[in-house]
C-alpha cells in the first residue's frame, strides 16, 4: 500500500491550497484517513481526520479555515486549505488506516509528504 500527497507549494497569507492524497496498491478497506503536519524544529501535530463514513475532527488552530474531504472510490483524502498564515507553513503528510484483508485490524499507512510555504 502506498500512499501519494500531492498540491503542496508556495502561498500568500490569506490564500489557499487544496492538497490531495490518494492510496493504491492491494488491500480490503480503508477506515480513518487524515492529516499532520510538522513544521521546522517541531514536532508533527495533528491536523485533521475523516472516517469512511465522512465524519471529520479538526485541531483547534485549523478549525473554520480547513476542511477535511475524501473520495471512497477513488481512495483518496483532500485537504482545503483557505486563509493561510504563515504559522501553517508546514510538512503536511497524510496517512490511512488500512485493512489489508477482510477481518484483519486495520494498519497505520503514511504518505511521503508534501510542502506547505506560507510567506508574503
Known amino acids: 500500500v502506498q500512499l501519494q500527497a500531492s498540491g503542496g507549494g508556495l502561498v500568500q497569507p490569506g490564500g489557499s491550497l487544496r492538497l490531495s492524497c490518494v492510496a493504491s496498491?492491494?488491500?480490503?478497506?480503508?477506515?480513518?484517513m487524515g492529516w499532520y503536519r510538522q513544521a521546522p524544529g517541531n514536532s508533527r501535530e495533528y491536523v485533521a481526520t475523516?472516517?469512511?463514513?465522512?465524519?471529520?475532527n479538526y485541531a483547534d488552530s485549523v478549525k473554520g479555515r480547513f476542511t477535511i474531504s475524501r473520495d471512497n472510490v477513488k481512495d483518496t483524502v483532500y485537504l482545503q486549505m483557505d486563509n493561510l498564515k504563515p504559522e501553517d507553513t508546514a510538512i503536511y503528510y497524510c496517512y490511512a488506516h488500512v485493512v489489508r484483508y477482510s477481518g484483519w485490524s486495520a494498519n497505520v499507512e503514511w504518505g511521503q509528504g508534501t510542502l506547505v510555504t506560507v510567506s508574503s
Open positions: 496498491g492491494s488491500f480490503y478497506s480503508i477506515n480513518v
Open positions: 475523516i472516517t469512511s463514513g465522512g465524519s471529520t
